[in-house]
């Protein structure tokens, strides 16, 4: 047992491209302990993941040797530990846990990810777990949903009775990043003062009007650079009005398919209110948050699969 007095009963890896946390979890899924780092898969050198593995978890499994450990992330990808293919959808947590994939020495589970096959092909990796921990943290949801994860490649999610039905994938959080390191639009924000937090509020709430009236990113773009040459904005304001426009076009492209009674978010807390604010302006206020939703997802995959001692 724990120092008070708790008995662990899995290990829980969230383990990505560039982070990876362990969590010791206890018999009602309460994390005991958490280990956390940049060991991400492309940190790893000579993709020795088994050392990584070892180092992150040995005293616990030292304390308590029949741990089962279960993983997800891009360590289950074609670049990590052991390739964890993609399932079809509709994928449920009973699908997932189904396919667990060991890695060679049957030091860890790892969950797959979930495809849609075809014209529209989509993949997801590390976010069908998320959704799992959503629907096991808010039941009301399994019925019948749409769920969004805000990130470098934000998920629109459908949820139908329990199962991952179909998804879309938005790669705002790259393209916001590609356009402010690498191309003409990020020049002024490297050269002008930072905006003060109510002028970087409106100009992030413009670029989502604009993107919500104008419904034409490629044609807007360019203004994040004309309007600070033109004096109708500062450099300070220009990111934050060039996120508004690429997450309030994700949103409008998102909507289109019809605006649900109400959407639930899953990511990193600021970034949920970014979108939180741009999901008011276009009329969507009824929006839930689930925290935890990783930790919670590999708990249930794990007792789906009866990993738990």
Known sequence: MTPDGRQPALIALDWGTSSLRAYLLGRDGAVLDMVAGA??????????????????????RRKWPALRAIAAG????????????????????????????????????IVPGIAQYGPSANVMRGEETQIAGALALEPGLAGSSRIVLPGTHSKWVSVENGAILDFSTYMTGEL????????????FAKEGAVADEDASAAAFRRGIDAAREARDLGRLLFSVRALVLTGGMTAGESLDYLSGLLIGDEIASALAEGVPNRLTLIGDPAL????????????????????????????????ANKLII
């Open 176 to 187: 916001f990043a590609v356009l402010k390191t690498h191309s003409i639009l990020g020049r």
């Open 272 to 303: 949920c209110r970014r979108y939180r604010t741009a999901l008011a302006v276009f009329g969507v206020t009824d929006v839930g948050e689930v925290d935890n939703a990783a930790v919670a997802g590999l708990w249930r995959i794990a007792q």
């Open 39 to 60: 060991k991400g898969i492309m940190q790893v050198t000579d993709r020795d993941f088994a050392t990584v593995f070892d180092e992150v978890t040995r005293e616990w």
């Open 74 to 109: 891009m360590i289950g990808s074609a670049q990590g530990w052991t390739e964890a293919r993609y399932l079809s959808c509709p994928a449920s947590v009973t699908t997932l846990a189904d396919g667990l994939v060991s890695t060679p020495g049957g030091e860890m589970m």
